[in-house]
């Protein structure tokens, strides 16, 4: 049915003969581009140049372009154009085409130097973290008014949703904080006791696992977990609303963004970690003493006995410290990462991997500065 | 050939679980021509429309596309047939990473071997075809108005030059001038372009204004086809309601055709 599309070119006394046959449609104007690139480049003499397209079948927007921008080669070497043959809608079709071409506009090419475009990144994401900072120091400034403005009225306090996202960052994330913090506790009791076990000192596992799982492990692990888990969701769940205007709805019906999605989601964190953290610990605490009991036959009670020589309160109290402070950063850069979605659906999985790689990160960068201060101030 | 029929759908049938959309309805539609489906909201045009272009698979019945029928080809046939629709979403559904140009050249890239300078003008006629400028062309979809979308939709489109276009609600969402431009932009590409129109639509100033036939679904079927001297003579409930109530009378004065 469809028909090859071809061209030949024949000398005629003032000029030449351009005829066109065939199919001149999309599907073959790659093929058809590249020939007529050839012709125009053969700086053919003459006055005039004949296009001949009663033999054309079929014509579209992409042939029509390919004939019209050859003619004006033609034009530019000095040659002037003639159509032959045109049919009624193909004219149309010329005529449509003719007016609307254009050049795209360049989409932006950096043409500046290698060393100024490295300088330019490093400097953009310098001040981007600046703005960051700063946005979420914001945020958690007006998180304070908020939370003052609900202490001084307390009906203006969300319970409902408090609740509700108590459960889903809280109740909901039991399992999987379980799951892996007692394998985590398994693992590093294993560990320690194949090391000590060289210098005798095997007994001391038992000293290894709760100090470390007390102060560091345990909170670390499930700050990163509930990271991952509630932070993004918090980032999606307001990103989406943003994206679909629910949040302009909600300030326009004079309720408070910030008091209906940010204070609940802050303040649910902050009364979860600290509670999922003591569990974590608990189970961590749980895998290191079925590890030392199955390999360096350690009773639970022995355990027991040996934990408390080991762990005094401060050991576990400075773990369980740090969650609240950590909760709040989690949260406050999951809304905050939520709030800056603009328009695109892209956009909001875009803002969701930030948040989680943000809060991991200050998640660290802050277990680091506790360390130092615990250090400083001797527990 | 004026009678041609480009779309034949017979004794068709969808449902989702137990609810039935349509049941044993029959549609033609003829080769350049721009055929309107009406029909009360829920009705199922959009899916009638989904169910053409295959995205539905329909319970039963026979859909004839281009003289060939979706469901039995195989998956290079199938690729080959759905390059010569081109479908406008109610809202563009334009690649938001990709910038308007680039949503344009995407068939181009992924069906034909053309060169870049090539896919760049091409893509431009296409974005100045529909109405948009050509600054246009190298921004995100997120960057545009509602507007603007849909036109940018249109040219993707038109990227290969369709024979069919589907449009599912081309002036929904926008300005009376808006609107009545697209129309007219509706009108001049179809007759520029040769293309066979399936336009599923609420407004009815598009239907006066660019309708050659139209549809109306209603009790899971197509009541009726016809124009608009058709629809007039009708006496069914719905499609008086339709026609002669407040609005339809509007149109039909704005457009100085009977009502």
Redesign the interface.
């Known amino acids: 049915m469809s028909q090859t599309p071809s061209f030949k070119t024949e000398e005629t006394g003032s000029g030449f003969m351009f005829s066109a046959s065939g199919d001149w449609t999309v599907r073959q104007a790659a093929a058809l581009g590249a020939a007529l690139d050839e012709l125009s480049a053969a700086r053919i003499r003459g006055a005039q140049v004949t296009f001949d397209l009663k033999n054309v079948s079929r014509l579209d927007t992409a042939g029509a372009w390919l004939l019209d921008r050859t003619a004006e080669r033609f034009l530019a070497q000095g040659l002037t154009p003639r159509f032959e043959g045109l049919r009624g809608e193909f004219q149309t079709l010329f005529d449509t085409v003719q007016a609307n071409r254009g050049t795209c506009p360049d989409t932006l090419h950096d043409m500046r130097p290698f060393a100024v475009q490295l300088t330019a990144r490093v400097g953009d994401a310098l001040l981007a973290t600046g703005a960051e900072v700063h946005g979420i120091v914001g945020y958690f400034g007006i998180f304070l008014q908020a939370l003052w403005r609900a202490v001084k009225s307390p009906r203006r306090l969300r319970l409902v949703p408090l609740v509700h996202h108590m459960e889903k960052a809280g109740f909901d994330a039991l399992p999987i904080v379980c799951l892996i913090t007692f394998l985590i506790g398994a693992v590093i009791a294993q560990q320690g006791a194949e090391q000590l076990k060289r210098f005798g000192a095997d007994v001391y596992t038992v000293n290894l696992v709760a100090i470390i799982f007390l102060r560091e492990v345990g909170i670390l692990l499930t700050a990163i977990i509930v990271a991952g888990r509630s932070g993004s969701a918090f980032a999606a769940e307001i990103g989406s609303m943003k994206m679909r205007e629910e949040i302009d709805a909600m300030r326009t019906l004079g309720l408070d963004p910030v008091e209906m999605l940010i204070v609940p989601r802050v303040l649910a964190l902050v009364l979860t970690l600290p509670l999922l953290t003591f569990i974590a610990d608990i189970m961590g605490l749980l895998g290191g003493a079925v590890t030392v009991w199955m390999l360096l036959d350690t009773t639970p009670g022995v355990f027991l006995v040996r934990l408390q020589e080991a762990a005094g309160f401060w050991t576990f109290g400075v773990g369980l410290l740090k969650a609240p402070f950590m909760a709040i950063v989690i949260a406050l850069i999951g809304c905050h990462c939520g709030m800056k979605v603009t328009g695109s659906a892209e956009s909001v999985g875009q803002q969701t991997t930030q948040s989680v790689v943000k809060s991991i990160f200050m998640v660290i960068i802050l277990d680091a500065l506790f360390a130092m201060f615990f250090t400083a101030v001797g527990i | 050939m004026k009678d041609e029929a480009v779309i034949d759908v017979r004794g068709l049938r969808t449902q989702f679980g137990d609810h039935v959309v349509h049941e044993n309805l029959d549609l033609k539609v003829r080769k350049g021509e721009v055929l309107g489906i009406v029909g009360g909201s829920g009705t199922g045009k959009s899916v009638l429309l989904r169910t053409i272009v295959g995205l539905n698979r329909p319970a039963a019945g026979r859909i004839e596309v281009l003289g060939e029928e979706p469901s039995m080809l195989n998956e290079e046939e199938r690729q080959a047939l759905e390059q010569r629709w081109g479908i406008l979403f109610q809202d563009g559904a334009l690649f938001?990473?990709l910038?308007v140009?680039e949503n344009v050249q995407v068939a181009?890239r992924e069906h034909?071997?053309?060169?870049g300078d090539?896919m760049?003008?091409?893509?431009?006629?296409?974005?100045?075809?529909v109405g948009l400028p050509?600054?246009a062309?190298?921004k995100?979809?997120?960057e545009l108005s509602g507007g603007m979308r849909k036109r940018a939709g249109l040219a993707r489109a038109?990227?290969?030059?369709p024979e069919i276009l589907f449009l599912d609600e081309p002036t929904a969402g926008l300005d009376p001038i808006g609107a009545a431009a697209f129309d007219r932009l509706l009108k001049?590409?179809q007759?520029?372009?040769?293309l066979t129109v399936f336009l599923v639509t609420h407004d009815l100033d598009t239907l006066y204004a660019t309708c050659d036939r139209i549809a109306v679904l209603a009790d899971k079927r197509v009541i009726l086809a016809g124009t608009m001297e058709d629809m007039m003579a009708s006496d069914h409930p719905w499609i008086t309601e339709y026609f002669k109530g407040p609005r339809g009378r509007a149109a039909g004065r704005a457009q100085g055709k009977p009502g």
């Not at chain 2, 034909?112 to 060169?115: N, R």
């Not at chain 2, 038109?158 to 030059?161: G, I, P, R, V």
């Not at chain 2, 007759?191 to 040769?194: P, S, Y």
């Open positions: 938001s990473a910038t140009a181009y034909l071997k053309m060169p090539m760049d003008e091409l893509a431009a006629l296409k974005v100045r075809l050509i600054e062309a190298s995100y979809p997120s038109l990227a290969l030059d001049e590409l007759q520029a372009l040769g």
